[in-house]
């Protein structure tokens, strides 16, 4: 089974079984590409977005009319997920749901700032999908009030995804209800109880992959392969060539130091 992931699941190699083959986040083509391996499933965590182009819908359906399997979740795959499970792709966790039944719009929800894979994908800035989940949960344990809890949502939703973090949240404008004097404590509460949604919504689709048997799934719509899907097709797989290539010559090129992730 193929699963692409980064940022959502980093540092949490050891925690991935070895029927995983793991890979980095998916760009376009990379779906497709995968489907020539006649894996019995694949899961989109994670993808690029914004300076790569993004996993394009028609792979994904491409590859459920191969009768593999698809599965997304926690980011890219979430939003995709949504678009396409009337198409029989399978979404999986909190934020799916919340896309699927509109209570989110934004791709911006779940984009972050992350580092590259050599070191792990590290998270730079701040998911405002975890923003939400953690004041929610902050919330709940009556931390804080539903007042402060919305005015920080607010303030976190105008902030460029790049530079969300939680000292950016908390450093400008003015909180509703409890005041400035709650924010101490919230803080404090934060370091310890920090809800990584999108973390917990990967790890959800490993375990679903991991129990379930993976029937094939049934295509009840007509895959048109215009003379588009042709010219890409080819245009993949030029590329696919040219990956193995730089391998086999003693190196691999590899993205910049950031990138956008839905």
């Known amino acids: 089974m193929i699963v692409f992931a980064g940022p959502s699941l980093a540092g949490a190699d ?25 894996p019995r499933a694949i899961g989109i965590i994670d993808g690029y977005f914004e300076g790569v182009p993004a996993v394009w819908h028609k792979e ?16 890219m795959g979430a939003l995709r997920a ?30 972050l700032l992350h580092g590259p894979a050599e070191v792990g994908y590290p998270g730079l800035s701040l998911a405002m999908v975890n923003v939400r989940a953690t004041l929610k949960a902050a919330q709940e344990a009556g931390v804080v009030s539903s007042n402060t809890a919305e005015t920080l949502i607010a303030r976190a939703k105008t902030e460029f995804y790049k530079t969300r973090t939680w000292d950016s949240i908390f450093r400008t404008g003015e909180t509703g209800g409890q005041g400035d ?15 990584d949604q999108k973390r917990l919504d990967a790890q959800l689709l490993l375990r679903h992959m991991a129990e379930e048997a993976h029937r094939p799934p049934s295509a ?5 392969q215009t003379a588009l899907w042709h010219d890409v097709v080819q245009i993949w797989r030029q590329r696919a060539r040219q990956e193995v290539a730089a391998m086999q010559g003693g190196y691999r090129l590899t993205g910049g130091l950031s990138f956008r992730d839905d």
């Open 60 to 75: 994904i359906l491409w590859a459920l009319t191969q009768g593999i399997a698809v599965y997304g979740a926690s980011s």
């Open 14 to 38: 050891a925690e991935v079984p070895d029927t995983f083959d793991m890979r980095p986040p998916a760009q376009q083509g990379d779906v497709y590409l995968a489907t020539l391996e006649t």
């Open 181 to 195: 004097s709650a924010l101490p404590t919230l803080q404090t509460w934060i370091a310890q109880n920090e809800v």
């Open 82 to 111: 949504a678009e396409l499970d009337a198409f029989g792709m399978i979404g999986l966790g909190a934020i799916y749901e919340d896309y699927r039944d509109d209570v989110l719009e934004d791709d911006d929800e779940v984009a």
């Open 220 to 224: 009840s719509f007509h895959f048109e």
